[in-house]
């Protein structure tokens, strides 16, 4: 299943976000799912992750300490909260599901081809 991003936008340096993460009203697959985040001409970068059920996040050195991920699975969503926002994180933002594993291992893994969905635009001015 693809899962789409929400809640991008523009802010200065040091201001926050939250993202969305939805099924487009479905219910969230039993996986663990993962945010990256693609800065323009560079790669895909992992960020998070967050088990099915579990309750258990992991994070980027990059974005630890500064970026939260939660997730209700009775309201089908995952939030990912963004504090002091620098310019370096200006990029697209992904959500993807790990079709491996229900848990995480780790902040990174390698997701299907087929699940990238659409993400949203991040741009932190300084």
């Known amino acids: 299943v693809q899962l789409q991003a929400s809640g991008g936008g523009s802010v200065q340096a040091g201001g926050s976000l939250r993202l969305s993460c939805t099924a487009s009203?479905?219910?969230?697959?039993?996986?663990?799912i993962g945010w990256f985040r693609q800065a323009p001409d560079k790669g895909r970068e992992p960020l998070s992750c967050?088990?099915?059920?579990?309750?258990?996040?992991y994070y980027a050195d990059s974005v630890k300490g500064r970026f939260t991920v939660s997730r209700d699975n009775a309201k089908g969503t995952v939030h990912l909260q963004m504090n002091s926002l620098r310019p370096e994180d200006t990029a697209d933002y992904f959500c993807?599901?790990?079709?491996?594993?229900?848990?995480?291992?780790?902040?990174?893994?390698?997701?299907?081809?087929?699940?990238w969905g659409q993400g949203t635009q991040v741009t932190v001015s300084s």
């Open positions: 009203g479905l219910t969230l697959p039993d996986r663990a």
């Open positions: 993807i599901q790990d079709r491996a594993r229900a848990y995480c291992e780790g902040y990174a893994f390698i997701p299907s081809m087929d699940d």
């Open positions: 967050i088990g099915a059920s579990d309750g258990k996040s």
